[in-house]
C-alpha cells in the first residue's frame, strides 16, 4: 500500500533538523555574537570632499582640460536631381566641394540607380545646398565650413549650355549638308549633263 503522508519520501533526520531548536542547528549557518561587539575603524577620508569652493575648482579644471572630440569623418547626403533618393558618403573633413562631387557620382553608378546618368566627369555637375539654391558651392570650398551635410547635385547649367549649342550647331550642320544634298539632286536633275 503506498504511503500518502507528507513526509514519506523524506529520510527521519530531514524530518525532525525541521523541528530543531535554533541553537541545535550547524554553528557554520548560525554563528553566536561575541558579547561585546568589536570596534569597527572608520575609513580615511577627505573632510573637504563636499566643501563647495574645492569641488568647483576641480570640476572647472577637469572641463578646461578635457576637449570634446572632433569627429575626423562626416555622413553627407546628396540628391541628385531626377533620383528619388540620397546617395550617402562619408567624407573627410579636409575633403572639397569637388572630391565630394566626384564621389557621389561613383557611388550612384556603383549602386547602379536610375536614371542613369548620360556622363559621370565631375566637372559637369555643380553642388548645392538645395534644389532650390540658384548658387552653387565653390568647388575649392573644404566640408568642414561648409553649413549644412545635406546636398543638391545638379547638371552645371554652363556645360548644359554648351552642350546644348554643340548640339544645335551639329543638328544645324547636318540639316545644311542635308540641304545641300538636296541642292545638288535638284540641280543634277536640272542639269542631266553633270
Known sequence: M???????GRSYNAVTEKKMMPSERSASFHERLPARPALLRRPKTDPDLFSGRKMKEEVAAAVTSVAPPRPTKLLVNVNLQGSLGAVHAIMSLESTVEVLIAAALRLYKKEARRPLLETDDPSRFD????SFSLESLDREAKLKTLESRNFFLCRSKTVSAADALITSRASSSSS???????EAEREKQRNPKF
Open 2 to 8: 503506498p504511503n500518502t503522508s507528507r513526509n514519506a
Open 127 to 130: 553642388l548645392h545646398y538645395s
Open 176 to 182: 545644311s549638308s542635308a540641304s545641300c544634298s538636296n
